[in-house]
């Protein structure tokens, strides 16, 4: 899945899955912000370990189980159709 890295005015970040599972995160974004890194994951894991490389803050732990899963099917598939519908409009 792909996630994307958000930065507004004031230099604070929002880290957020593209597309309707982001839609609500976004909203909390102040007029201005920008779209400055993506990167495609598998898991929760996979999409934080990149986001602290990308950072610079060492390497990414966690203990729970459920962040090693990978992002269920009808994620991606959702995902998939609202990238496509938004490149529509």
């Known amino acids: 899945m792909i996630h994307e890295l958000w930065e507004d005015a004031d230099g604070l970040d929002l880290f957020c899955l593209a597309g309707p ?4 995160a976004r909203k909390l ?7 400055i890194w ?3 994951a598998n898991s929760h894991y996979e999409a934080m370990t990149a ?3 990308f950072k610079g803050w060492g390497k ?15 994620w991606v598939k959702e995902q ?3 990238l496509e519908q938004e490149h529509q409009e």
Do not use: F, N, R
């Not at 599972?21 to 609500?24: C, E, Q, R, T």
């Not at 974004?29 to 779209?35: D, E, I, T, V």
């Open 21 to 24: 599972k982001g839609d609500g």
């Open 51 to 53: 986001y602290y490389k």
């Open 80 to 82: 998939q159709a609202g």
């Open 60 to 74: 990414y732990t966690t203990d729970q189980e459920w962040d090693m899963q990978p992002y269920p099917e009808e």
């Open 38 to 40: 993506t990167v495609d």
């Open 29 to 35: 974004l102040a007029a201005g912000a920008k779209l």
